[in-house]
Structures are given as C-alpha cells and as structure tokens.
C-alpha cells in the first residue's frame, strides 16, 4: 500500500473512532478485483497488520462482488543488480514485466479457455513516474500499449470536455467552449 505501514490503518482506525461519537465505516466490499486479489490482498494484509499493532480479523477482511472468472496472482522477485543491492531500478523491474507479458500473449490460457490478449493485462503502477520505463519495455518487444500517465492532465478528454460545459455555463457567448461542449457525446 505504497509503502505504508500498519500502524498507518492503526492511526485512522482509532482517531476515527475515538473522536468526538465518531465511527469507522469500513468499506469492505470490492466490485473491481478479481477474486484471486481480493483473496492475496486479505493474506497480505493478515500478515502485514499482524505484525504491527493492528488487529486484522474476518470482520477486516474485503469482501469480492465481482463476478466472472479468476486469474491467478504472482509473485515476481526481480533481483536488484549486483552493483546497487538497495534499490532496484524501474527498467530492470519493466523489462521482467514485459517478458513476463509477452510470454503470456504467446500462448497463455485464461480460465475460461480463451488466449491471454493485451486488453486482459494491466499495469499498476505506485505513480506515473515509471510509466514510461514500462511503456518502452512493451514497445521494444513489439506489444501496444496504453499509457494513461503520459497524458497530460488537462489534454484529457474528459477534463477538456468538463472545461467546455463550465465556460459555457460561465458565459454560453464562447462559442469555442459551446461548439466544443456540443459536439462531445
């Protein structure tokens, strides 16, 4: 959980509750994970909060409510280079990514007996800033790849279209803001 540690849940979980007739409402249910995570998650965390001072029970536990099938997790240990045992650097962790994608997409079979495609593979990343590194890794072996971190904020369709509607609401007279709030779905 980007490098938190437990006590972090342990801080939220008693100010909330301790202050002023305040409770916390623990959102457990998880509509966008595969079971498969959702599963690792739970073991992860049980693990995680029992070694720090956070109680973890079944009660703590996410709860899946998506349906469909189920791909398994991995765990993959990139070893750092021998040069720097500290860290390692986002190129060697995107290059085992990417070998490790495009051995899937040469032959891998998905639970319900379909070929592993690219539209069945995400990459999440703790911040854009390595987005690049794993993007390049995927182009160098000839696998396409959308990367949502190297737009810019404001050059997203989305945000663009949000911006026409509010300039038009502020003054329908822009008709630059206007055609563009009119011609978006």
């Known amino acids: 959980f980007r490098g938190a540690c437990p006590e972090v849940f342990t801080h939220y979980r008693t100010s909330y509750e301790a ?7 623990f959102m457990q249910e ?3 994970s595969q079971r498969a995570v959702i599963d690792f998650a739970n073991l992860i965390s049980r693990y995680m909060f ?24 991995e765990i993959c240990l ?5 040069d720097d045992e500290e860290t ?4 060697a962790e995107a290059e085992y990514v990417a070998g490790r994608i495009q051995a899937l997409l040469q032959g891998e079979i998905l639970s319900d007996g379909s070929l592993v495609r690219p539209g069945d593979i995400a990459i999440l990343l703790r911040s854009g800033r390595q987005a690049a590194a794993y993007a390049d890794a995927l ?3 000839g696998i396409a ?6 737009d810019p ?9 949000m911006l026409c509607l509010l300039n038009t609401a502020d003054n329908p007279l822009r008709d630059i803001y206007l055609a563009g709030a009119m011609k978006s779905p």
């Not at 790849?145 to 190297?150: E, G, I, L, Q, T």
């Not at 904020?153 to 279209?161: D, K, N, P, R």
């Open 50 to 73: 029992a070694a720090g001072e956070t109680p973890f029970d079944e009660k703590d536990e996410l709860v899946c409510t998506k349906s469909g099938g189920s791909a398994p997790v």
């Open 139 to 141: 182009a160098r072996r």
């Open 30 to 32: 998880n509509f966008r």
């Open 88 to 91: 390692i650097p986002a190129n």
């Open 19 to 25: 202050g002023d007739g305040g409770q916390a409402i």
């Open 153 to 161: 904020f404001f050059a997203c369709s989305e945000v663009i279209l």
């Open 78 to 82: 990139v070893p750092a280079p021998e």
């Open 145 to 150: 790849a959308a990367n949502s971190a190297a």
